[in-house]
C-alpha cells in the first residue's frame, strides 16, 4: 500500500499554521512524522507529500497534490489541527467521495477511542480533496486553541490512531457509488474473493488481472485491499471481487 502524507502547513513563510495553546505546524509535524515511521514500520511505502518552500499558499497546496498525484498513491491524507474560540473541541475528518468517507470514518473510529469529542466526518471543497486522483481525506485531529483536547492530546497516541483507521477494515458495508471510479492495475496481480492471501484459496476462486484500467460500479477499502464491483459476472460468476491495493489503485472520474 501506498500512503501519501501530507503534513499540514510547516511550509514558511507562506502557508504556516494557526497558533494556539501549542503550534498547529508542530504538533502536525510531530503527529505526521510519527504517523510516517508507523506506516513504513507495518510494511508501506509512504510518499512524505510536504513541500519545504514554496511562493504562495496556492503553489504550497498544489505542492503537495502533485507529490501525490506524480507518485500514484493509493490514499492521500492531510494533518491538521483545528483553532476557533478556546471552547469547541473535538476531532473532524473531511473527505467527498463515498470511498474517502468510508476511510475517513475508519480513522475518525480510532481517534474517537483516545477521548476526543466527535465532530463527524465532512465534506468540504479543500483543494487538496478536489485535486488529487485518489480517494484522499483531510484530518483536523483536534484543536490547539481547546485546553481539554490540548490536555488530552499525545502524538504517539493520535498517530497510532490514525495508523491503525488506515490499515484496518472500514465499518461501512453499503457504500454506494455518487461517481464513476476506474481500477487501475499497476502491476499483474489477481481478484479473488476475499482479502486472504490467494494461494490460500481455492484455486478456482482466484483469477488474474493484467495492468490497464477497469471500469468498476462501486468501491471501498478493507485491509490493504480494495472491494470493487464490476460490471459484469464474467469472472467466476461473481461481480465483487478483492484487489491488493498496493498493485493497484481507484481513479474517481465525475
Known sequence: ???????????????????????????????????????????????????????????????????????????????????????????????????????????????????????????????????????????????????????RFDAEKMAEAIKDGLIGDSDDDELKSDKKYVLEITTKTVLKPSTEQASELPKDSVFDIEPGSYPILDVRFEENHYWVKLPDKSKGNRDEHFVFAGYSKVIEKD
Open 1 to 151: 500500500m501506498k500512503f501519501g502524507i501530507d503534513i499540514g502547513h510547516n511550509c514558511p513563510p507562506h502557508d504556516t499554521g494557526a497558533t494556539g495553546i501549542k503550534q498547529e505546524d508542530a504538533l502536525t509535524k510531530a503527529v505526521g512524522t510519527l504517523l510516517i515511521q508507523k506506516l513504513k514500520a507495518a510494511g508501506h511505502t509512504v510518499i512524505d507529500c510536504t513541500p519545504t518552500s514554496a511562493s504562495s499558499v496556492n503553489d504550497s497546496l498544489r505542492q503537495r497534490v502533485n507529490k501525490a498525484n506524480n507518485n500514484n498513491v493509493n490514499v492521500f491524507v492531510s494533518i491538521h489541527f483545528n483553532k476557533f474560540n478556546t471552547k469547541v473541541n473535538g476531532t473532524e475528518i473531511f473527505a467527498t467521495s463515498n470511498t474517502s468517507k468510508g476511510i475517513a470514518q475508519s480513522v475518525l473510529k480510532e481517534i474517537l477511542k483516545l477521548g476526543f469529542n466527535d465532530r463527524k466526518v465532512k465534506n468540504a471543497g479543500f483543494f487538496v480533496l478536489k485535486n488529487t486522483q485518489m480517494p484522499a481525506i483531510l484530518i483536523e485531529c483536534c484543536f490547539c486553541d481547546a485546553k481539554v483536547d490540548m490536555d
